[in-house]
């Protein structure tokens, strides 16, 4: 069915197309989402998205040597007795149980790092800076997306043109939705050609690359799982991981393995859809077209979804008050006003819906669902959906029982939501949203504006199996969550949050109220695992684990506040990376236990801060467990680029490590002030709660380094030997003579560090 109405605005109202020429190639450029030229017709020159390429993502920084025999981080090597060789040989898992060995999901990234990591803090530099590249280019949602792609070790093939013509390209585009389905194409070609000229365009390019997407969705996934088992892994494959799902899926299980294993056929071909669909609203022009005074409305209702063009006004989409907001929607596009949305905007409901895009023009708008209030909703918990919540146990609060994604949610799918115009918008959505990917990719992109966002769980950039991408583009925003949000990564999966400027905060609610329950915080503090966190899956009964991905939080300037409770802010487990790179501001972090660059059990974790005088654990002390901390074979790295800083360091921090844990910390210049427990700045010890819990301690080391280059400091800790300006140090733990324990630190006055934050400060060096 066809509906035409209002009054259409003149063709010359919106402005037609852009004719600018794409230009950049990855990671180069400069333009918003939607701001380049629509390729396939119009006179457009040929540009480098004209023909399919392999993408190779950018290099931004070119990784270091470490210097000569002058850095600091080789003269704490040295005291130690150790040099530059030190890692941990992948030959160490290959006589561990189960397929700790290898597995499935692993990355490439993993071994290389453990075996050099040295090579850390520029690696993860450079993922935050190829997300910088990415968001000023040309194509910014397609370098995103293929960029996500090549850190999971996948080729992806990119560009092309869409073929769309000179005559009626959206009626074309329509037709071809329909797939020889009867229609009435008359009044489509009729209605279609009253719309203004530049977005007719524009959607029709959309809608051919969603035409090529959903093929090449369907061609993925005949590959990942069998026919028959596909409503099954959408209902339940989010709850793998995201609490509230239900029973999550077994990769042990024969019909889902497929799904845990990364190839060019299945998430190849997957993500190279995604990218496709992503390059088709890259030159889809939609800057140009800007808001829309004149109210007007287009609706078709196609076999793929509906589409829905609307403008002109202060519109509120509702599906109680218009029942065709109730079909999958494949394209919802507003062209201006403040609007409130009460759909899923952006996101998969089915296996057959297998795209979903919407885009807003301009306006402050709000996105958020139909409230339908639960007795077990609390202070601090967004108003319960029909789903409502759970009624809370030993191991569990209230969470919220939601099955609807929203905001940019793709599972088995694409999910992509565009707020465009710099409104002051606002993100309300309990679970599964606001760019979260599973079996898929789900973006959330807004251009920039004081901005809310708040969700419950797996939100604000998060993959589980799956892209989940959120960018804001500037503006003071506030980020808040419970848990696997704000940069969160699964297994094979990459999430990430990028914030371009502004005064933001991030969120991740310690413990009011309590809903996610932790093993290390048992009902006092959420679970926070995000905020640049990945997590594997460890499966100690069966020995068949999975190793996690890749969970970024990239802001890029500002005065930030970060709050969480545990695993956050730049933390990984089991065989994942997280990284939290902040460029530059006067930020403030407060986190519990494993945060600020910390790992446990075979992990990774990276925290980049670029300058700024930064705070740490000073508004909530820490319990255990941070600024620098790497447990049970993991390596990590905490690197600050400058100002004047303050580290109030609980039990195992600032440079420590334990159980054959590898852990660097390095602070590049500034008046600094210390203040830790006694089992910190640069201190290893091979056990955790007792002397022999982490196995053999005479023959397996664990390794912790602290280096402070320049500035003059203050220290307070009160066990011997004492720390202080211009000295070097060796701990040695009293617990346990015979073990291999090396850890110690240096304060230079003057001196430097081959190691950086790639932020701001390191910029100004180049």
């Known amino acids: 069915m066809l509906t035409l109405l209002g009054a259409l605005l003149a063709s010359g109202a919106c402005g037609d197309e852009a004719s600018s020429e794409a230009t950049a190639t990855s990671g180069a450029g400069g333009s918003s989402a939607g701001g380049g030229a629509a390729e396939g017709g119009g006179g457009a020159a040929p540009s480098p998205w ?11 920084y070119a990784c270091p040597e470490p210097t000569g025999k002058d850095d600091l981080v080789l003269v704490g090597l040295e005291q130690l007795g150790l040099d530059r060789s030190l890692g941990i040989p992948k030959l160490l898992y290959q006589g561990a149980g189960g ?7 692993r990355r490439s990234f993993f071994h290389q790092l453990e075996e050099h990591p040295f090579e850390l803090p520029c690696f993860s530099g450079n993922l935050a800076a190829r997300a910088d590249l990415a968001v000023a280019s040309d194509h910014p949602l397609t370098a995103l997306v293929a960029d996500a792609a090549s850190s999971l070790d996948l080729v992806l093939t990119v560009g092309g043109t869409f073929p769309l013509g000179d005559d009626a390209p959206l009626a074309a585009a329509i037709e071809a939705l329909f797939a020889g389905a009867d229609y009435d ?3 489509v070609e009729t209605a279609t050609a009253t719309l203004p000229t530049g977005l007719a365009r524009s959607t029709a390019t959309i809608l051919r690359g969603a035409i090529e997407a959903r093929a090449r969705r369907d061609e993925a996934i005949n590959v990942l799982v069998p026919g028959p088992q596909m409503t099954t892994v959408y209902k339940r494959g989010a709850a793998s991981w995201i609490i509230g799902g239900g029973p999550g899926l077994n990769p042990d299980k024969p019909a889902y393995a497929g799904l845990f294993s990364a190839t060019p056929e299945g998430y190849g071909k997957l993500y190279e859809g995604a990218a496709r669909l992503a390059q088709a609203i890259d030159e889809a022009a939609l800057g140009a077209l800007g808001p829309m005074s004149a109210p007007f409305e287009f609706y078709v209702d196609t076999p793929r979804g509906a589409i829905l063009l609307r403008g002109g006004g202060d519109d509120v989409y509702d599906p109680s008050l218009d029942e065709r907001l109730t079909r999958p929607l494949l394209l919802v596009l507003d062209t201006g006003g403040n609007d409130t949305y009460r759909i899923p905007a952006g996101a998969t409901t089915s296996v057959e819906h297998a795209v979903a895009l919407h885009v807003d023009l301009g306006g402050d708008d709000t996105y958020t669902y139909v409230e339908k209030p639960s007795d077990k909703d609390a202070p601090g918990l967004l108003p319960s959906d029909i789903d409502g919540r759970y009624v809370g146990d030993d191991n569990y609060g209230t969470y919220s029982l939601s099955r609807t994604a929203r905001q940019g949610a793709g599972i088995l799918g694409y ?3 565009l707020d465009l115009g710099s409104g002051k918008d606002t993100y309300r959505s309990h679970r599964v949203s606001q760019g979260f990917g599973n079996f898929g990719v789900g973006i ?9 966002y708040e969700a419950e769980n797996g939100a604000q950039g998060s993959g589980v199996v799956g892209i989940g991408l959120l960018h804001d583009g500037g503006g003071n925003d506030t980020y808040r969550s419970f848990g696997t949000s704000q940069g969160f990564g699964w297994v094979l999966s990459f999430g990430a949050l990028h914030d371009a400027s502004g005064d933001d905060r991030y969120e991740l609610v310690v413990d009011s109220p309590v809903i996610l329950f932790s093993p290390q915080t048992p009902g006092y503090a959420n679970s926070s695992l995000g905020q640049g966190a990945a997590f594997g899956w460890r499966r100690d009964a069966t020995g068949t684990h999975l190793s996690g991905g890749i969970g970024m939080l990239r802001d890029r300037s500002g005065n930030d506040r970060y709050d969480g409770a545990v695993f956050v802010q730049g933390t990984g487990y089991w065989m994942g990376l997280g990284v939290l790179a902040d460029a530059s501001g006067d930020d403030r972090y407060n986190g519990l236990f494993y945060a600020q660059g910390a790992g446990a059990h075979f992990a990774l974790g990276a925290f980049l801060e670029g300058g700024g005088n930064d705070t740490y654990n000073v508004d909530r002390p820490a319990q255990a467990s941070s600024i620098g901390l790497a447990h049970d074979f993991s390596v990590t790295f905490f690197v600050e680029d400058g100002g004047d800083d303050r580290y109030v360091g609980p039990d195992r921090s600032v440079g420590a490590a334990k159980c ?4 660097f910390f390095v602070e590049n210049g500034g008046a600094d002030r210390y203040e830790t427990h006694d089992r ?5 010890t091979d056990y955790d709660g007792s002397v022999g819990s982490c196995g053999d301690s005479t023959k397996i080391g664990t390794y912790a380094l602290f280096v402070d280059a320049a500035g003059k400091d203050i220290y307070e800790k009160p066990m011997t030997p004492p720390n202080a300006d211009d000295t070097t140090w060796v701990n040695d733990d009293p617990q346990d003579d015979d073990a291999l324990e090396l850890s110690g630190g240096v304060d230079a006055s003057q001196g430097s560090t081959y190691a950086h934050a790639y932020g701001a400060v390191y ?4």
């Open 660 to 663: 054959h844990g590898m852990s």
């Open 415 to 417: 999910g992509y939501l």
């Open 50 to 60: 004209a023909s399919p390429r392999t993408w190779v993502p950018a290099s931004p």
């Open 680 to 684: 910190a700045v640069g201190y290893a």
């Open 763 to 766: 910029e100004k060096r180049k």
């Open 444 to 452: 959330l992109w807004d251009d920039g504006g004081d901005d809310a």
């Open 185 to 187: 194409k008359a009044a």
């Open 99 to 105: 397929n700790l060995a290898s597995d499935p999901a």
